[in-house]
């Protein structure tokens, strides 16, 4: 059973990054397609990005285009999502979930609170 | 970009009794739409894709139906944990969209 594990709740400056990660077990990790999703508080659901088997790469939002880099290491079975030149707007929990392969979204990470203030 | 319209925002519902949510896609689907449960402090929970399968271990009190743009997820005889907020989810194509959510509140 494939399980993801986030990591902890962060603090950050407007203009500063952060790097959130999810670690994979019970899975070949290689064979995952990672996607990134965040809830602002108050606020529904939003896709940010993730892999597309189809087309082997990344894809992103447009909102997110040139902010957001997602990337991997195979060697610890972790996905990251960085967010760059960060604002006040970006305070959210983020997720992590694994695209299936017909293309829906499961399981998901317990979320990441990221916390953007001066 | 496929805008996901769920209705209402609220549903006031007292326990034992039926909830019907509806997701309206502003264009076709198909049967791609997923259904997803949000409790606070906690992982969304996977309740129905291809608009009308249950995810593994989801109760049959959760239905799902629909195609094209019109869809429901009806939970018949609400139960204590079935207070939340819902989301429809469509993987029609790219961007992937939800919809805003209905809460689910006891009334």
Known sequence: QVQLVQSGAEVKKPGASVKVSCKVSGYRFTELSMHWV??????????MGGFDPEEDENIYAQKFQGRVTMSEDTSTDTAYMELSS??????????CARLQFLGWFDPWGQGTLVTVSS | EIVM???PATLSVSPGERATLSCRASQSVSG?????QLQPGQAPRLLIFGASTRAT???ARFRG??????FTLTISSLQS???AVYYCHQYHNWPRTFGQGTKVEIK
């Open chain 2, 5 to 7: 319209t769920q209705s």
């Open chain 1, 38 to 47: 965040r809830q602002a508080p108050g606020k529904g659901l939003e896709w």
């Open chain 2, 32 to 36: 791609n739409l997923a259904w997803f």
């Open chain 2, 81 to 83: 944990e079935d207070f």
């Open chain 2, 57 to 59: 271990g989801i109760p």
């Open chain 2, 65 to 70: 139906s629909g195609s094209g743009t019109e």
């Open chain 1, 86 to 95: 960060l604002r006040s707007e970006d305070t959210a929990i983020y997720f």
